[in-house]
């Protein structure tokens, strides 16, 4: 793999960018792998990038039944924090926040990776005690967030409108390490970073049956054939549920759309991301200008990857009441993706009753910003068999009654 840098840029342009050679290769699939990974979003790729790099296991093969990133992870409005209350998401989320920190120079890839810093709006007093009850938990886990005053978010976000027609502006909670990275370019570093190690991602595959001989799995039928495996996992988001169906268990999650949208670009006018979630929506400004805003998800379960007008109207009417300036803004364009909800939005990382068939989903509304750490701590489940960072998430933890009940952080979505 070539190396990415300002040299390399120079000297492409100085030859018609004729030297570039493609980001990763289009493999046909081989018989057998050590471990197979079934879903190229950013969960799967980073996956098996850790497996690769932490553990040395590149008889790897990522299988995707549409395009890689294609999923939610090039879906979602790119918010990243990890300002949750329990301590183990705060370990999760803050181990991924602080890879992210530093992923472009480890990948070689640009991420655009922009900690400009996330404010949780309180329009309510029960808001106001839960998020000083998060910022004080987040002390105790050593997750750097601030409760903020009323000024101090004017201050941050001049256009906010504090005396909202429904609900005042008391305060937020203010990660200032928080912010957003370019989603596609966080599924294409990983993916060039695997095919690097001679890992096969392999595109347009559908998995479509999960082989097993006296309770392990030995492999999976896809769309171009049976390829045998010692060990699988699982890591395609709003799908779960068909997939454990095939590897014969159930899992507690329902599949629902969650959509967002985006307004034609404009100036630079709001330079940190807002969440409001009394009023139910949110809002960043993308590096070229267009306002990216996202809301709540549907609720019923479904699988249309596609926006709805009810979900518009519900949205745009918070945001404008929050930022008045926005009433005139012409929007672009709208989609959404199936999101996998759990009872206590909290994920699974788990091991599965199906012996080396592992399992990573869960992350519902908010599952971008945990790309990294999820990928580090469940590569370390897959290779050694236990993780301290997913031990919390294990699929027991629901016949346990052993919740992590996020659903506060989790806000409005993400
Ligand atoms: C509109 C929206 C906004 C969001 N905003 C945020 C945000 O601001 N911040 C945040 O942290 N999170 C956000 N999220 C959530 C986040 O996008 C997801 O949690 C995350 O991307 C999940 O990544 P993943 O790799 O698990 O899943 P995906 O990226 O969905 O990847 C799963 C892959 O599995 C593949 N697959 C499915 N079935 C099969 C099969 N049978 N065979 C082979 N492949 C299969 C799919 O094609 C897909 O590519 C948002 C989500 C949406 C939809």
Known sequence: MKHYSAFAV?????????????????????????????????????TAYYLGKNYGIQNVAIIEKG???????????????SNYLQDPSAAIYEKSRSLYEHLSQDLNYNLMFSPRGVIMLAQTHHEVRGYQRTAHAN?????????????????????????GPRYPVLGGLWQERGGTARHDAVA??????CSAMGMDIIQKCEVTGVRSDQGRVVGVDTAKGAIECEKLGIVVAGHSGQLAEMAGFRLPLEAVAL????????????????MANTVHGYMSQSDKGEMVIGGGTDGFNNFTQRGSFHHIEETVRALVETFPMISRLKMLRQWGGIVDMTGDRSPILSKTPLGNCFINCGWGTGGFKAIPGSGWGMAQLMATGHSPLTEAFTLDRFKEGRFIDESVAAGVAH
Request: charged share 20%; with cysteine; hydrophobic share 40%.
């Open 10 to 46: 120079a000297r492409e342009a100085l030859r018609s960018h004729t030297g570039w050679e493609r980001a990763w290769r289009s493999p046909e699939p081989k018989k057998r792998y050590d471990v197979i990974i079934v879903g190229a979003g950013g969960h799967g790729l980073a």
């Open 67 to 81: 395009w890689l990133g294609g999923g939610n992870t090039g879906r979602n409005t790119t918010i990243i924090r």
């Open 139 to 163: 002390a105790l886990q050593g997750v750097s967030t601030e409760w903020i005053g009323p000024q101090r978010v004017k201050e941050l976000v001049p256009i906010i409108n504090l005396e």
């Open 188 to 193: 294409w570093g990983y993916a060039r970073a």
């Open 259 to 274: 959509q967002a949208l985006v307004s034609e670009p404009i100036k630079p006018c709001m330079d940190v991301v807002v």
